[in-house]
């Protein structure tokens, strides 16, 4: 019993030897994969925030968007490398805009900034209260002060 889990032991730590360097690769990738999300341009349905399309090989309902692809990733990534992958909450672009849209508009609701931004509300209510955490902005009531 013993020299079989010796050999289990061996094959899983030369395996892991193996990957390590391809999730390494990964975790660049995915950095870099995130610098050019904030970056305009691009038609691919990846850059817009969609989905991918459905191939010939792919079961239905087996579609991921690159963010959630990402994401999973991520989470192997981070529990290889004993690190968090990714940026910062609220650290983005969207968040920068959205402080901009508050000093400017101080009492700002979350229904006014998503509609002034073109996006989806259920975003804003993840990054504001990271920015009031970075005492950037203040909730009053409905509205969002600056800081």
């Known amino acids: 019993m013993t020299d079989f889990l010796d050999e289990k032991r061996r094959e899983i730590t030369q395996r892991m030897d193996e990957l390590k360097p391809l999730v390494e690769e990964y975790a660049r990738l995915e950095t870099a994969a995130a ?12 850059s817009r925030g969609g989905t991918r399309r459905r191939g010939p090989g792919r079961p239905r309902g087996s579609t991921t968007t690159a963010k959630s692809a990402a994401t999973k990733a991520g989470r192997k990534a981070s529990r290889a ?3 968090r992958a990714g940026r910062r909450k609220g650290s983005g672009t969207r968040a920068a805009e959205a402080l901009a849209l508050v000093k400017g ?5 979350i229904p006014e900034l998503a509609a002034k931004m073109g996006i989806k509300q259920n975003y804003l209510y993840r990054v504001l209260p990271g920015l009031e955490q970075e005492r950037k902005v203040v909730k009053q009531g409905r509205g969002w002060h600056p800081k």
Do not use: C, D, F
């Open 35 to 46: 610098a050019l999300a904030g970056v305009r341009g691009g038609s691919s349905a990846a």
């Open 81 to 83: 490398t004993g690190r």
């Open 105 to 109: 508009q101080p009492g700002i609701t």
